[in-house]
C-alpha cells in the first residue's frame, strides 16, 4: 500500500477537510476527552447529521419519531461510528458543489451514500467490523476522488475526460501520470487522518482490484476488501446508464455468489438497499435515480433484442464439479447472457449428455473426479461429432505449458478462475462469433455442395443437348464424329476391323413434297428408331444431317460379307416397315453405302469418304440397295443378299 503524504497539502488548505467543529470532535474523542453530552451537543448543531442518526437508528424516514433522545441515538449507533458519520455527513454537506468543472460532486456523493448502504447491508455477514463502521467507511472509501478534484480542478477535469473516453484505462493510472499521485493514495492518507482503523484502511485502498491485495483468500482483510469491491460495484451499478447494465448485473452476480449470494438472495439484498437509497438521498438532498428492482433489470436484459437474439443460438454444456461454482455460471449464463444451459458434474457425465444435446459450446472445469477436462476435450474431439463443438476450459493454472497441453488436446480457449466477468463475456461472445461463421461456412458448403450437384445436372443436359439430334432425339453429327474417332484409334491400335454404313432415305423430297415436311420429319424418327433398334451391342451410329445416318460398326465386321449382310437386313426392315401417319400407310426405302478399314486408309474421314462413295454408287445403282466400297472398288451387295434368310 502507498499512502500519499498529504502533510503539505493539508497545511496548505487545499485538502477538503471536515469543518472544525468535526476535527474537534476527532481530536477530542482521540484523547478520550469527550463526554456524552460534548457529543449531544455536537449532532444537535448539526440538523443534517441528526438526521441521519435518526436514519440509522430507525432505517426508515418515516420512523425517525421513534427515537426517544438523542443519547440513546449515539449509544445505540455506536460513539466511533458517531465519530465517522460525523466526518463523512459534514464533508458531505461542505462539498455538494467545487470548482472542477468535469467533477459531478451531487453523483459523487450518491454513489458514496449506496456504497455505505451497501457495505452495511453486506457488513452483516461478517463479524469484522460493525455495520455502523462499514456505512461511514463505504461513505468514505472514495474520498480521495473529491480531494483530488478539489486540489486539482483543471487538471482532474481533463483526467476525467480522457477516462470517460477509454474507461479501459484506470482512473489510478491516468491520475498518476498526470499528478503522480492517485484517489486511492490520498483516500488512505486521509482515513488514517480521520482515525479510521488500518484494517479498513487497507482494504478501502484494494477495493477496486481485490486480487492486487495479495491477502490470502481466507483472511479478514481480503473479505473487507471482497465486500468494499461488491458495494462499489452496486454503487456503479446504481449510477450507471441502461445500456452498462448487463454487464454490471452479470458481474455483481458472480461477485455476490462468491460471497454465498445467489441469484435470488442477491436481487433481496440489491432492492432492500436500493430502497435505504432513496429514503437517504431524500433526506441528504441528493439526486437518486429510480432504479427498477434487480430481477426487472435481469428480466429486461434477457428480453433485450441483443440478447434475445444470442440466446436461442447456444447450447451450452457445463461441466463443473464444484456445486456453488456451477450454479453461480449456470446462473449467469442463462439469466444475464440468456442461454441455454446443461450442467454435468464430470467428464464422463458431460460426454454422454453431449451426445445427447450436441452442444455449441462446452464450458468445462480442468479438475474433476472420473474424467477431467482434458480427457473430455480429447474425447470430445475424437468424435466425430464433437470436432466443431467450441470448448472453453476453466481453469486455475496459469502455466504456459499447462495451458500449451489444453489447446493441444484441442480447447478453443481458456478462462481463469476465478471468474471474471468481463473476460468470460468476451471469451463467450469470440465463441458466439465462432459459432456464426461456423453456421454459415456449414451453409455455404450446403450451397456450393447443391450449386455443384446442379451445375452437374446442368453440364450433363447440356452434353447430352450439344450431342443429340432434336428431331429424332438420336446421337448427332457431332457425338457420330466423336464415336467414329474413339472407334477408329481402338481397332487402329488393336489391329481389329473396323466398318462403316452411311444409309440416305431415297426421294425423301418427294416425301416431303407430297405429305408435308411434318410428315417427312414422322419418317426421319421412324427410320432413327429402326437403326437404333437394329444396332449390335459395340455399335453407335448418328444422323449426320438431313436425310442421311451414320452406322459404325465393331463387332461382327470381320468382313465385307458380314457387314454388307448385316446393312441389308437393316434395308430390308425398312422396306419392310409400313409407317402410319395421320392414318396414311407410307412405304419407303434406304439406300446404303459401306466401307471397311483397309490397310491403305490413314484416317477416319478416308473410312467415310469410302462409304460416301458406295452410297453414290447405291443411289446410282437404282437406290433400295447396298454398296461395298472395297480394294479402291464398288461392289453391289446383291450377290450376298441372297444368302440372307
Ligand atoms: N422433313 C424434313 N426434311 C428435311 C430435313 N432435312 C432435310 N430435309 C429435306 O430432305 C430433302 C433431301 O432431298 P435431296 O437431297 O434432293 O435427296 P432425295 O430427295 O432424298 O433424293 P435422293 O437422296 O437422291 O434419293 C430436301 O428436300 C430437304 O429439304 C428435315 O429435318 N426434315
Known amino acids: 500500500m502507498k499512502i500519499a503524504d498529504i502533510t503539505q497539502l493539508k497545511t496548505s488548505g487545499f485538502l477538503p477537510q471536515p469543518p472544525e467543529v468535526a476535527l474537534t470532535l476527532l481530536a477530542s474523542s482521540r484523547e478520550n476527552e469527550m463526554t456524552l453530552s460534548d457529543i449531544g451537543r455536537f449532532i444537535q448543531a448539526n440538523p443534517t447529521l441528526s438526521r441521519c442518526l435518526g436514519q440509522r437508528m430507525n432505517k426508515t424516514p418515516t420512523h425517525s419519531h421513534d427515537i426517544t433522545s438523542l443519547s440513546e441515538a449515539i449509544f445505540r449507533v455506536d460513539l466511533t461510528a458517531v465519530k465517522q458519520l460525523a466526518i463523512g455527513i459534514s ?14 460532486y451531487p453523483s459523487f456523493w450518491s454513489h458514496a451514500l449506496l456504497m455505505a448502504l451497501a457495505m452495511e447491508a453486506l457488513g452483516k455477514t461478517t463479524r469484522i467490523c460493525t455495520p455502523d463502521e462499514l456505512f461511514a467507511c463505504g461513505l468514505l472509501a472514495r474520498i480521495g476522488c473529491l480531494a483530488l478534484a478539489t486540489i486539482y480542478p483543471d487538471a482532474y477535469t481533463d483526467i476525467l475526460a480522457t477516462h470517460k473516453q477509454d474507461p479501459s484505462i484506470s482512473l489510478s493510472l491516468l491520475e498518476q501520470q498526470r499528478l503522480q499521485i492517485d484517489h486511492n493514495q490520498l483516500t488512505a492518507a486521509m482515513l488514517i487522518d480521520f482515525d479510521i482503523p488500518m484494517i479498513l484502511v487497507e482494504s478501502i485502498y484494494y477495493h477496486e482490484a481485490p486480487m492486487e491485495s495479495g491477502f490470502s483468500e481466507e483472511s479478514h482483510p481480503f473479505q473487507l476488501v471482497r465486500l468494499f469491491h461488491l458495494a462499489k460495484q452496486v454503487a456503479d451499478l446504481g449510477l450507471s446508464s441502461e445500456s452498462e447494465r448487463t454487464e454490471r448485473i452479470s458481474e455483481l452476480l458472480l461477485l455476490g455468489g462468491n460471497i454465498g ?10 432492492d432492500q438497499v436500493n430502497v435505504e437509497w432513496q429514503s437517504w438521498g431524500k433526506i441528504l438532498n441528493l439526486p437518486i435515480p429510480a432504479l427498477p428492482s434487480f430481477h426487472k433489470m435481469m428480466g429486461m436484459l434477457v428480453t433485450s433484442p441483443d440478447n434475445a437474439a444470442d440466446a436461442s443460438a447456444l447450447r451450452v454444456l457445463l461441466v463443473e464439479d464444484e456445486p456453488s461454482s456451477r450454479m453461480l455460471a449456470e446462473s449467469v449464463l442463462t439469466k444475464i447472457l440468456g442461454h441455454t444451459v446443461f450442467s454435468a458434474n464430470d467428464g464422463k457425465q458431460a460426454f454422454s449428455l453431449a451426445m445427447e444435446i450436441m452442444p455449441h459450446i462446452v464450458i468445462t472445469d480442468w479438475l474433476m473426479p472420473t474424467m477431467d477436462g482434458l480427457e473430455l476435450t480429447k474425447a470430445l474431439r475424437a468424435a466425430d461429432w464433437g470436432k466443431n463443438v467450441y470448448i472453453i476450459m476453466l481453469t486455475s493454472f496459469e ?25 468470460f463475456r468476451a471469451r463467450l461472445r469470440a465463441a458466439w462469433h465462432y459459432r456464426k461463421l461456423q453456421e454459415s461456412w456449414e451453409r455455404d458448403r450446403a450451397h456450393l455442395k447443391r450449386f455443384a450437384a446442379e451445375l452437374a445436372v446442368t453440364n450433363r443436359k447440356l452434353r447430352h443437348a450439344a450431342l443429340t439430334d432434336t428431331l429424332t432425339e438420336i446421337p448427332n453429327r457431332r457425338a457420330g464424329m466423336e464415336a467414329l474417332a474413339g472407334a477408329w484409334n481402338t481397332a487402329s491400335r488393336a489391329g ?15 416425301i416431303n413434297d407430297t405429305y408435308g415436311h411434318a410428315v417427312g420429319d414422322k419418317i426421319l424418327k421412324e ?9 449390335r451391342k459395340g455399335d453407335t451410329f448418328c444422323r449426320m444431317g438431313g436425310e442421311e445416318f451414320l452406322m459404325v460398326c465393331q463387332n461382327g465386321s470381320k468382313d465385307a460379307q458380314s457387314v454388307c449382310l448385316f446393312a441389308e437386313r437393316l434395308r430390308r426392315h425398312i422396306k419392310m416397315k409400313t409407317i402410319v401417319v395421320n392414318e396414311t400407310p407410307i412405304r419407303i426405302t434406304i439406300s446404303i453405302g459401306v466401307a471397311i478399314k483397309e490397310a491403305s486408309m490413314t484416317s477416319d474421314d478416308q473410312l467415310v469418304n469410302a462409304a460416301d462413295k458406295a452410297l453414290y454408287a447405291a443411289k446410282n445403282g437404282g437406290r433400295d440397295r447396298v454398296c461395298l466400297f472395297l480394294d479402291n472398288q464398288l461392289v453391289d451387295c446383291d450377290k450376298w443378299s441372297a444368302t440372307l434368310s
Do not use: W
Open 399 to 423: 502455466d504456459d505449458e499447462q495451458i500449451a497441453e489444453a489447446f493441444e488436446a484441442g480447447v478453443n480457449d481458456y478462462v481463469t478462475k476465478p471468474i471474471d466477468i468481463r473476460a
Open 496 to 510: 481389329l476391323p473396323i466398318a462403316v454404313m452411311l444409309v440416305d432415305i431415297d426421294f425423301f423430297k418427294k
Open 91 to 104: 464533508l458531505l454537506e461542505q462539498y455538494q458543489h467545487g470548482s472542477c468543472k468535469g467533477f459531478d
Open 527 to 535: 427410320v432413327a428408331i429402326s437403326i437404333r433398334d437394329n444396332t
Open 261 to 270: 449470494l445467489d441469484s435470488e438472495s442477491f436481487g433481496d439484498f440489491f
